[in-house]
């Protein structure tokens, strides 16, 4: 996969197909044809280069490959695609024929398809169903299917079974072996593929990066000049950073291959009703598994037909407790199954069944409706495999630099070359021609690697490494590194409530029953006790019989060892406060069934037959997180009845009550509840008159939620974590922006806010209200309800809610009407995402639309929560940080193991600490090239060069040993409100770096113009320097011009870096350029490394990082005494000429150079580049877009975008959002529909 740019040329001249359409993983696909001649022609390139094209097109860029050797065509003719996905990563796929297929992640089992079994494929418009087919053209995209529909003319993904109406599955009994056979030729196998990859295989894909290619390149050149001793370094490091490379990838393999199932043996049940056990990874969507009584685990993802199951789910959503699962109801023929609203029926493949409980049939069955990559875990494993990449923009950024200088070294060749050419003129053997000619190549190619410095993308990799090591310390774990740089850069942070903001479990603070009144309107009764052993009260019964609590024989199930009542903890502690029992037995009339029995543990007082005193729960109505309520129908046999049971959300379940049964000041208390922070459960109950065995289990939902009876209130608090408050008020203090995204009530999500902080006691917060035609803001204190709990109509205003003190202005918003404003006012949008501190119950999937519309706004979001419903939004936020160890939540960037959300302090801090450290390794770098460039540049123009040790110490001893030490610096103790530097092409940046460069340039010529100056050794004979020489002839003196011999001590290119004529006789004649630009540089690489170690406000000072100052202060001892003092051994080693003791005088010139040289690159980088060009740009208004992006400048886009006139509301209601970041919108004809919410 690759990366592409924006804009390409046939991107805006041609029409661009979308797959996926409406989906958050839409593609953009281009279709190709492939040519002949194009094909043979590109081909004879690549053997004609040696194989180098191949490297490039085949490995690193296979979309060249393609565009190279194919035509553009349509989506019907095309045999290969380049897709294009939302974060503009680059995949190519090819086309294959069904029915010559020959390509499969793992070969089906021998056997498995039956020679004589057709080909189909999914009839169009009805769902579930196969026809046969001649021909199949399909193409797999990241372990995804995509098949060609004739219908459509498009590709479509390929699902199993998708949603279908309620009643098909009644339908399905089973497949034949034909049948089964069809469909794994269609599907493939059960099973989620991942490959280890030998060891060989890895080292030569992970070899053949940019990064090493280029690393070969510059180990042979140096080899060849010969540099051997940095050439051996460089390679030893490189071969040690490519074996630690393979080891982790390899160790990313296997971790990643176990988390997949293990096959085994099943039984399903076939069309003729016989059952069989096949392998499991030969299942196919339509197979009928069979449930064994002792659980197992599941390898697919399968509605349950019949019976009851108890499952553990941890590895999914990372909840310890198990859970109830229930047989599908199909009395509804209206309605339509769907998978993400029906995950109570579900089966999910990677969790296990700890018990069954078989149907009316004997049997506990389940259908299978997806395999393989298709399953839940598939999709996990998906995730993790191909990691939604966020914005790298400094990676970019940093190949715009390395072009910048790419280019400044085609400069240095074309110089070095016009300079080199008179030593070709010169030669006159051919044993001297040839020589010339390899040296003017070898010095040519070196200023490549003099310029871009081979170790550049390593060294960036520096500060990222070591925050990942600080983090791992801290119990914070990252499966992705690079995004450790954009946590530096996050400005919004949004929580989850429940598990992250507060504790994890429950507290039952009190119960408030409603009674009927002699005036025959209910009233809550306070202080009096519930006497739970009174089956007589609907509130009892109730509290005791409407729950989804199982429980788990441990005779059957060999894996479970904990509490035997499993369930939610909400209805666990409910329960639990009743001190009834719940059992398992047969009920007599009810047939060979055991059913769940709840009845009261002390003998009911007055009552003749104890016996009586229990109610069967018969028929569940499971949780749906869009009704926020479940039911349970129970047959009570004390009054020998059917009665019908609801429970959850009050301001779901007061509206489906008799207004007369419910209290006047029910609406008033559970704002008054709510506003206090706890969790309030509504409870209600009715008989169902005239109903008995045969027909209760066909009563639908909607004709048993009718005309219910409100018994009471049940209040639950959920405390918030200790450390929440401080973590909040830290984010605040540094203008990061807080929200919250919660399931819960609005006014418990509104009284939490308030409690943590992320509502402010200075902030006025207004609930969002309205319909398809108006929307209110109305203050919290004003809203108001009507007695059926509906509320009441709100007026149009048109007053601007924000106006005046806006910034004191924030909003709540449920997400029904996050729904309505996105369909009908979504020019209001803007506003929403502006001033929105709470989103209230919002479902897992709002949750991710409000993290991408944030994204979109242009906030760098990170998402913390406890990874039970928010794994879509922890992955798609930049910096998505789960509280919990699941495998579901193991696919967000950051994992912490303790449960404390001050992990997003500790993940922002490092997340600034490496930001700082990159933008300062990188300026070190490019800086240290540039220098090194120049030294080499001038050296050129007088027919010389650095010395192989002197090139060793620049590059091994100090730049990589400082570029290590800077990284170890530690974060800032606490987040600060500064802007952190963003780009590195900003001004500030851009500025910084050719200022510094030109301080550079200046310092290496003064340097270079002193040295000639230097008198040469008085013992030898007397010879002065040419520019002595001309001062004499210009004062007329009688001194005899010397003979100026550039062959002497300084190592020149025609000897090809001898350290013969290093030694040479000093008498022979003088050179110091060579001593005074390296002496100068050493110390102007250290200096650089304080300069850009940028301490406060996002790491410490500079002189906290003790390795950093010792080891630089040791170089800058040992720079000083090659300046100012090298002995004769010392100057013989590092083979350079330094001028003779007898003018140390001269020496201290260099030295006050870059004394002088330092004092204005600290002067430059602190006053004129921090103080006055950062601050200016800081409170400019004109050149904002010069200065690195900030939340202000966010949010100010965001004022600007809601008063446009595309934002205003259209003719009827819209498709979807208007407001959307570029990045995920195909184009525009297409962009409400892709934002549009599936709910």
């Known amino acids: 996969m690759w990366r592409r740019r924006k804009s390409s040329v046939y991107e805006t001249h041609r029409p661009r197909e979308v797959l996926n359409k409406n989906e958050d993983d839409w593609m953009y696909a281009d279709p190709y044809a492939t040519v002949l001649f194009k094909k043979i022609l590109c081909w004879i390139l690549i053997v004609a280069s040696v194989g180098i094209l191949a490297v490039v097109l085949l490995i690193w860029r296979r979309d060249w490959y393609v565009k190279l050797t194919c035509r553009r065509t349509t989506v019907e003719h095309a045999n290969v695609f380049i897709l294009q996905d939302a974060c503009e990563e680059l995949t190519v796929s090819y086309v294959y024929n069904m029915a010559n297929r020959e390509k499969y992640y793992r070969k089906p089992p021998q056997g498995s398809i039956l020679s004589n079994a057709p080909l189909i494929a999914p009839i169009n418009g009805r769902k579930g169903e196969f026809e046969e087919v001649k021909v199949l053209t399909y193409f797999d995209c990241k372990r995804v299917r995509y098949i060609w529909n004739t219908d459509t003319n498009a590709y479509e993904k390929l699902l199993g079974i998708p949603d279908v109406p309620m009643d098909y599955f009644d339908e399905q009994k089973g497949l034949d072996d034909i049948q089964r056979s069809e469909r794994l030729r269609l599907f493939g196998l059960n099973a989620i593929v991942i490959k280890i990859d030998p060891l060989v295989k890895i080292l030569i894909k992970e070899g053949l990066t940019p990064f090493y290619a280029f690393q070969v390149f510059s180990i042979i050149l140096w080899y060849c000049e010969p540099y051997t001793v940095y050439a051996s370094v460089i390679l030893g490091i490189s071969l040690l950073s490519l074996a630690s490379q393979v080891f982790e990838t390899r160790r990313q393999q296997v971790a990643l291959h176990k988390r997949v199932q293990d096959f085994d043996l099943v039984t399903i049940m076939k ?13 196919v969507p339509g197979d009928i598994v069979i449930i064994p009584k002792t659980g197992c685990k599941v390898v697919c993802d399968a509605v349950l037909l019949s019976g009851h199951c108890i499952v553990n789910e941890a590895s999914l959503t990372g909840e310890s407790i198990p859970v109830s699962k229930v047989a599908l109801a199909s009395s509804d023929k209206e309605q339509y199954f769907k998978a993400r609203s029906s995950t109570r029926h579900i089966l999910f493949c990677g969790t296990k069944v700890l018990q069954s409980r078989a149907g009316t049939d004997g049997y506990t069955k389940a259908c299978v409706i997806r395999t393989g990559f298709m399953t839940s875990k598939g999709e996990l494993i998906r995730s993790i495999m191909y990691f939604r990449q966020v914005d790298f923009q400094f990676q970019n950024q940093t190949f715009w630099y390395i072009a910048v200088l790419g280019f400044i070294a085609l400069i240095g060749m074309i110089y070095s070359i016009i300079v080199e050419l008179p030593r070709l003129y010169t030669a006159v053997t051919p044993e001297e021609i040839t020589a010339a000619r390899r040296e003017i190549a070898i010095r040519t190619l070196d200023v490549i690697t003099i310029v871009v410095p081979p170790a550049l993308p390593a060294a960036l990799t520096v500060g990222i490494i070591f925050s990942q090591w600080r983090l791992k310390k801290k119990q914070i774990f990252c499966i992705s590194p690079r995004i450790i740089n954009m946590c530096g850069l996050v400005n919004l942070v949004c929580f989850d409530k429940t598990g992250t903001l507060t504790e994890d479990g429950l507290d039952l603070h009190s119960i408030l029953p409603a009674e009927a009144t002699e005036t025959g309107r209910s009233r809550f009764i306070e202080k009096q006790a519930t006497q739970f052993t009174d089956i007589d009260k609907p509130l009892v019964r109730s509290m005791t019989a409407c729950h989804s609590l199982s429980i788990i024989d441990k005779d059957d199930s060999l894996d479970y060892h904990g509490d035997p009542i499993v369930g939610d903890p909400l209805d666990l502690i409910m329960f639990n406060h009743t001190h009834w029992k719940l059992s398992e037995s047969e009920v007599a009339g009810f047939g060979k069934i055991l059913y769940r029995v709840v009845s009261p543990t002390i003998a009911t007082i007055g009552r003749k037959f104890q016996e009586q005193a229990m109610i069967v729960l018969y028929k569940e109505y499971p949780f749906e997180s869009t009704m926020r309520r479940m039911g349970m129908i129970g047959y009570n046999t004390a009054e020998r009845r059917f009665e019908f049971y609801a429970k959850g959300a009050a301001e779901k379940i007061i509206p489906l009550c008799n207004p007369d049964t419910v209290p006047a000041d029910a609406l008033s208390r559970l704002e008054g509840f709510s506003s206090q922070g706890f969790r309030v459960i509504a409870l209600a109950w009715r008989v169902l008159d005239g109903m008995d065995i045969n027909n209760v289990g066909k009563l639908t939902r909607g004709v048993a939620e009718h005309d219910l009876r409100f018994v009471g209130f049940i209040v639950f608090e959920n405390r918030i974590k200790s450390d929440t408050p401080s973590t909040i008020s830290e984010l605040e203090k540094a203008n990061i922006r807080t929200v919250m995204l919660t399931g819960d009530n609005m006014h418990t999500a509104i009284a939490v806010a308030g409690k943590c902080g992320i509502v402010r006691a200075s902030e006025t917060l207004s609930i969002v209200q309205g319909d398809e035609k108006f929307i209110n803001y109305i203050p919290v204190e004003q809203v108001t309800s009507d007695k059926n709990g509906s509320h009441k109509e709100a007026k149009h205003s048109d007053m601007d809610p924000f106006g005046g003190s806006g910034e004191h202005q924030v909003l709540a918003v449920s997400g029904e009407m996050l729904e309505i404003v996105k369909t009908y006012h979504s020019h209001l949008l803007p506003q929403i995402m502006l001033r929105t501190a709470v989103f209230a119950r919002v479902s897992p999937l709002e949750k991710q639309y409000v993290v991408e519309q944030f994204q979109g706004a242009g906030y760098q979001v990170g998402m913390c929560g406890d990874g039970a419903n928010d794994c879509g939004a922890l992955r798609a936020a930049h910096a998505g940080i789960s509280l919990s160890d699941s495998e579901a939540a193991a696919a967000a960037p950051f994992t912490s193991t303790n449960p404390s959300i001050h992990c997003v302090v500790r993940v922002l801090r490092e997340g600034r600490c490496a930001l700082v450290t990159f933008f300062g390794i990188f300026f070190l770098m490019a800086t240290y090239s540039m220098c090194q460039f120049i030294s080499v540049v001038l050296l050129y123009w007088i027919e010389q060069t650095l010395t192989d040790m002197e090139f060793l110490y620049e590059d091994l001893f100090e730049l990589t040993v400082l570029a ?59 010879i002065v320097c040419p520019q002595v020489k001309a001062d004499a002839a210009s004062d007329a003196t009688t001194t005899p011009a010397p003979v100026l011999n550039l062959t002497a001590l300084a190592v020149n290119l025609t000897s090809g870096n001898s350290t013969d004529n290093a030694t040479a006789p000093a008498e022979v004649g003088c050179s110091y350029e060579g001593y005074a630009v390296w002496t100068v540089g050493i110390l102007q690489i250290v200096v650089l490394s304080f300069i850009f170690a940028r301490g406060p406000p996002f790491r410490r000072p500079f002189w906290r990082n003790y390795l950093h100052v010792i080891l630089a202060v040791g170089m800058v001892v040992f720079d000083l005494v090659c300046m100012l003092g090298p002995d004769r051994n010392l100057a013989y080693g590092i083979q350079m000429d330094a001028p003779p003791p007898e003018y140390i005088g001269y020496r201290f010139i260099f030295l006050a150079i870059v004394i002088i040289w330092a004092i204005l690159a600290a002067a430059f980088e602190m006053l004129i580049v921090e103080r006055l060009v950062v601050r200016w740009l800081d409170r400019s208004t004109r050149f904002k877009k010069w200065r690195s992006r900030r939340r202000a400048d966010v949010e100010e886009e965001l004022r600007l975008k809601a008063d446009r006139a595309e934002y205003r509301p259209k003719d009827g209601p819209a498709n979807g959002v208007t407001f959307q970041n570029k990045a995920f919108v195909p184009d525009e004809s297409s962009t409400a529909n892709l934002t549009r919410l599936d709910r």
Do not use: M
């Open 271 to 283: 069309k003729n009703g016989e059952t069989a056990s096949v392998k499991s990874e030969t299942l």
């Open 964 to 1022: 290590i030490v800077i990284g170890c610096a530690l974060p800032y103790n606490r987040l600060t409100a500064d802007s952190v530097p963003s780009s590195l092409k900003s001004f500030p940046s851009l500025f910084s770096l050719i200022g510094h460069v030109l301080l550079l340039l200046a310092a290496q010529i003064v340097a270079f113009k002193v040295a000639p100056l230097v008198p040469c050794n008085p013992n030898g004979t007397t």
